[in-house]
């Protein structure tokens, strides 16, 4: 079946980087985006960024700009969100999303299980 | 204060209906990008509940429906049930933004 199966949980210090990654299956990677969410405990979604498995092109939101990078491999339809320089409010449930591809306002049909990441000195 | 606009709850008794509104302006919702809606259950994922304004995925009863008119959404819930507790969040594109956004989420209560 088409799932995104996300890595495990994570505990950081502030300052430091964390690296997530969403493994795809069931469906033909490349045609598809992918996005990545977050969720501060008690809080909203928040859009952090989208990357086209395709072409590898990146849209991120603006508030992250410097500090988030997406990435891609294809070889084993895997997505990856690497965000640096940490700060407590950095914790949060971070998920991937599968999307249309596009770019633009392409609805988000596939969610991964979510990954917990913590950061307290 | 996130760009697209929800209330904050809403409830209702079972066998109602309730409408949750998601306002936007012109540089999302307004602008014809689409707004799509998804249903959040306490400490799980968000599942997409409505795609492209008012498009259900499969598997997806048909109480549930979506409406866009100018710069707002709506959801509507018909036939409340308990299983329908939850957050709800609208989503759409903003081009002053250059990314996705999303509502701020409204926690229904099924009385």
Redesign the interface.
């Known amino acids: 079946q088409v799932q995104l199966v996300q890595s495990g949980a994570e505990v950081k210090k502030p300052g430091a980087s964390v690296k997530v990654s969403c493994k795809a299956s069931g469906y033909t990677f490349t045609t598809y985006g992918i996005?990545w969410?977050r969720q501060a405990p008690g809080q909203?979604?928040?859009?952090m960024?989208?990357i086209s498995a395709y072409i590898g092109n990146t849209?991120?939101?603006?508030k992250l700009q410097g500090r988030v990078t997406m990435t891609t491999d294809t070889s084993t339809s895997t997505a990856y969100m690497e965000l640096r320089s940490l700060r407590s409010d950095d914790t949060a449930v971070y998920?991937c999303?599968r999307d249309g591809g596009s770019g633009?306002?392409d609805?988000?049909?596939i969610?991964?299980?979510?990954t917990m990441v913590t950061v307290s000195s | 204060q996130s760009v697209l606009t929800q209330p904050p709850s809403v409830s209702g008794a079972p066998g109602q209906r309730v409408t949750i509104s998601c306002t936007g302006s012109g540089s999302n919702i307004g602008a014809r990008y689409d707004v799509h809606w998804y249903q959040q259950l306490p400490g799980t994922a968000p599942k997409l509940l409505i795609y492209g304004n008012n498009n259900r995925p499969s598997g997806v009863p048909d109480r549930f429906s979506g409406s866009k008119s100018g710069t707002s959404a709506s959801l509507a819930i018909t036939g409340l049930q308990a299983e329908d507790e939850a957050d709800y969040y609208c989503q759409s594109y903003d081009s002053s933004l250059s990314g996705s956004v999303f509502g701020g989420g409204t926690k229904l209560t099924v009385l």
């Open positions: 996005s969410v909203g979604l928040e859009w960024g989208w849209k991120y939101a603006q998920y999303a633009y306002d609805s988000f049909d969610w991964g299980q979510g």
